[in-house]
């Protein structure tokens, strides 16, 4: 009885001091975890804020470079579209006004300035897809920064941190070299820069992807690990339960064993399940913070495409630019081949007005002729008038002399008029002036020299004679103006046919010179053809 005493004794004591030293390493782990947990959740909340600070501060400062680069490009495009249309403006007023080689100088103008929109319209749709690709970067490395947890984890976030924001601003003095210098070189850079972002962007999905996975399995571990700990935490209940049982008599003191151990399992059970709380209330966050972010893209993507529907009408003007290249082209053929028809038609009228001047030139100077010649006639009819004058009151004194007159032969007096009329018409017939004059003196009768063949020479001689001494009876102031004015009759008959003669050639002078100014009239109304 007393070894049985003895042993129970022993088996107790070895089983208070076995649960003591077992209750003191629970407490010891319990400690553990909880630093740890602690820790763990401080670094965790002070990675997140830095993060999330880190997140906003860059998300603004993207979101501002982004405005700010958008801003300028529409800026930039807006004012080129102006400057294009301004140009085309005056390159259509120009096109007008010059001839083959300045249109088509124009043209290629214009092909370069089209040149340079498509430019800008394809350096405005890479930036656009860089800043897109560069925000999905930063949404899927912000995600990535959110889930990870464990220090491995916040480890390999520092260093894709800090490889993020050295990609950042090289990225960044990359967008600002493209904006500065505008190469097509840089541009293709960027291009394949981008297809290796977006190949890294797959590899960080993937890894993301990978740790997700590696994160819910230790998650999933640390449930199990909590399951286990806590079955085991049962069975050590239930063993003390069957202790009790069988030490009874002990059982006041294994009551508040019992009872302190009860209530560290319920601190220690408060605990792992404020710990859970944290744990799902962190989840929730993390849910709450993956909607925002999936808001974020929901307005990216609006921004998207809106930036779309931009580059959509950026193309529309394209088009509607090239379609207007067209058309100027063509107006420029068009024009092209009116300017040389009207070159054409203005050299014909230049030749047809040369040609109308030389004949105004020559009808002034004809009509200048004929005036001339008109003042001249006019002057010779005047002064044909007073000879005319002249000749009417010879011609009264000569008949007057007639009157006064006898015949040598027939002693008749020389008062024949009735003979004049025929004198007159045959006065162009006479060989010569004298003839005349002798006719009027004769009374009509024409002698010949060999008139006088059946007269006698003494006849002739008395005849003569007879003459001499009649004009001895003449006066001499008679006489010297009947010898005065026989000159005067050969100069007035000379006149008279030359005067006829000029009346002719005056009259086909004035034909001619009529139908001259008909011509000049006719040509003067006569319309040019264009």
């Known amino acids: 009885m007393r070894m049985s005493n003895e042993m129970y004794q022993r088996h107790e004591e070895m089983i208070q001091d076995e649960r003591e030293r077992r209750i003191v390493e629970l407490k ?23 993060i999330e600070k880190d997140y906003n501060v860059e998300c603004d400062r993207l979101k501002q470079s982004h405005s700010d680069t958008t801003k300028k490009l529409i800026e ?26 300045s249109i088509r100088g124009q043209t290629k103008q214009l ?6 929109w498509e430019n800008s319209v394809k350096r405005i749709e890479q930036l656009q897809r860089s800043v897109l690709a560069k925000q999905e970067e930063l949404i899927q490395k912000d995600l990535g920064r959110m889930i990870s947890s464990d220090d491995d984890l916040f480890y390999r976030f520092d260093e894709r941190c800090e490889k993020f924001l ?8 990359d ?12 541009f293709s850079e960027e291009r394949e820069n981008l297809q290796r972002k977006e190949k890294r962007l797959d590899e960080d999905q993937r890894e993301l992807e990978e740790l997700r996975m590696k994160f819910a399995n230790e998650v999933n571990d640390w449930r199990q690990n909590e399951t286990i700990e806590a079955n085991r935490q049962r069975l050590d209940r239930d063993r003390l339960k069957e202790n009790l049982l ?9 009551e508040t064993l019992y009872n302190e151990r009860k209530r560290m399992l319920d601190d220690q059970q408060f605990r792992l399940d404020r710990i859970n709380e944290e744990i799902s209330s962190r989840q929730k966050q993390i849910e709450e913070k993956e909607s925002k972010i999936m808001e974020k893209s929901l307005r990216l993507e609006q921004e998207n495409q809106e930036w779309l529907s931009k580059r959509n009408q950026f193309d529309e003007e394209k088009i509607q630019l090239q379609e207007l290249g067209r058309s100027l082209m063509k107006r420029a053929d068009v024009l092209e081949k009116l300017s040389r028809m009207g070159l054409k038609e203005k050299i014909e009228n ?7 001047e030389t004949i105004r030139l020559s009808l002034k100077k004809e009509t200048e002729q004929l005036e001339q010649e008109q003042t001249q006639i006019r002057l010779e009819r005047n002064q044909l008038a007073v000879e005319r004058k002249q000749l009417e009151q010879q011609f009264r004194l000569l008949m007057e002399m007639k009157r006064s007159l006898v015949c040598n032969l027939c002693g008749n007096s020389l008062n024949r008029i009735g003979n004049f009329p025929s004198i007159l018409n045959n006065l162009e017939s006479m060989p010569d002036p004298k003839q005349s004059f002798e006719i009027f003196l004769n009374g009509g009768y024409y002698f010949q020299q060999n008139s006088y063949q059946n007269i006698g020479t003494k006849q002739n001689e008395m005849y003569q004679t007879t003459w001499n001494q009649d004009n001895r009876r003449i006066s001499p102031q008679l006489a010297e103006k009947i ?5 005067i009759d050969q100069l007035m008959l000379f006149w008279q046919m030359s005067a006829q003669k000029d009346a002719a050639s005056l009259a086909d002078e004035t034909k001619f010179l009529n139908i001259i100014m008909n011509k000049r009239n006719d040509l003067k109304f006569k319309p040019f053809k264009q």
């Open 175 to 186: 967008l600002e070299a493209n904006l500065k210098n505008e190469n097509q070189k840089l």
């Open 28 to 50: 010891k782990q319990l400690e553990q975890s909880e630093n740890e947990l602690k820790s763990i959740h401080s670094k965790y909340r002070e990675r997140l804020e830095t």
């Open 166 to 173: 050295g990609q950042i601003l090289r990225q960044q003095n």
């Open 111 to 116: 092909s370069e300035l089209l040149a340079k």
């Open 483 to 487: 010898n005065n004015n026989t000159d």
């Open 76 to 101: 930039e495009h807006e004012l080129e579209l102006k400057r294009l249309e301004q140009r085309l403006r005056t390159e259509t007023e120009i096109i007008k006004q010059n001839d083959d080689d």
């Open 246 to 254: 069988v030490f009874e008599e002990r059982r006041s003191l294994l």
């Open 350 to 356: 230049i030749e047809a007005m040369d040609e109308i």
